[in-house]
C-alpha cells in the first residue's frame, strides 16, 4: 500500500474544544468523550486498509499522490482552491464504468479542509473550514499598513465550490472530472 498523507492534528480540533469547554466550567472531562474522539481518529487511520476502499476514491488518490501533494504543502493558495473545489461538488473517476454507473464522490466542507489537513500534514479541517468566505483583513482603514503576504493570498483565495482552471486540469490529470451543470447526468 502506497504511504498515505495525514496530519498529526487531525480530529484534534473539537477533542480540545471539549477539554477546554469542561475546564472553562469546571466540569469534569468524560473519559467516554474522549474515547469517542480517539476512535474517530482510529476510524480514520484505518479507513484505506481494504483494497476496496481505495477504488474510486478523490480522497485516496489526493493522499497518495506525490506531485499534487508537493503543490498543496507548497502554496497556501494552492490549497485553500483545493479545498473550495471540493465543497458543494460531485467527482467521477475518468473512466468508462464510473461514468457510465454515476459513480460520484463527494465530501462536507469540513471533511474537505480535514484532507487538506492531511495533505499539507498539518493542522486540522478548522483551518481551511469556510475559508473562502472568510472576511479579508484588506479592506478597513486606508491607513492601515497592509502585509502583502497577507493581501496576495486572500487576493487568490476562491469561495466554496469554485473550481479553477488549475485545480481543475490537475484533478483531471490525477484522473479525476469535476461534475459540473452542462456534465452532470
Not at 59 to 69: A, F, N, R, S, V
Amino acid at each position: 500500500m502506497m504511504k498515505i498523507s495525514k496530519s498529526p492534528k487531525r480530529y484534534s480540533f473539537q477533542k480540545e474544544a471539549y477539554v477546554k469547554r469542561c475546564e472553562e466550567k469546571n466540569e469534569n472531562v468524560s473519559q467516554a468523550y474522549l474515547e469517542m474522539y480517539d476512535s474517530y481518529k482510529d476510524q480514520h487511520d484505518h479507513k484505506f486498509d481494504t483494497p476496496d476502499s481505495r477504488i474510486n476514491n478523490l480522497e485516496y488518490d489526493l493522499l497518495t499522490t506525490d506531485w499534487i501533494l508537493e503543490k498543496t504543502r507548497k502554496s497556501e493558495v494552492y490549497a485553500q482552491n483545493l479545498y473550495a473545489s471540493m465543497c458543494n461538488r460531485d467527482f467521477v473517476k475518468n473512466d468508462v464504468w464510473p461514468i457510465l454507473q454515476e459513480e460520484c464522490w463527494s465530501c462536507s466542507w469540513r471533511y474537505a479542509g480535514g484532507i487538506i489537513a492531511d495533505m499539507r500534514q498539518e493542522g486540522d479541517y478548522i483551518d481551511w473550514y469556510c475559508s473562502g468566505i472568510r472576511g479579508s483583513p484588506i479592506s478597513g482603514d486606508e491607513d492601515t499598513e497592509i502585509d502583502p503576504v497577507l493581501e496576495e493570498k486572500f487576493r487568490n483565495y476562491v469561495g466554496e465550490g469554485h473550481v479553477t482552471d488549475e485545480i481543475r486540469e490537475d484533478l483531471l490529470k490525477l484522473g479525476w472530472i469535476v461534475m459540473d451543470e452542462e456534465n452532470d447526468t
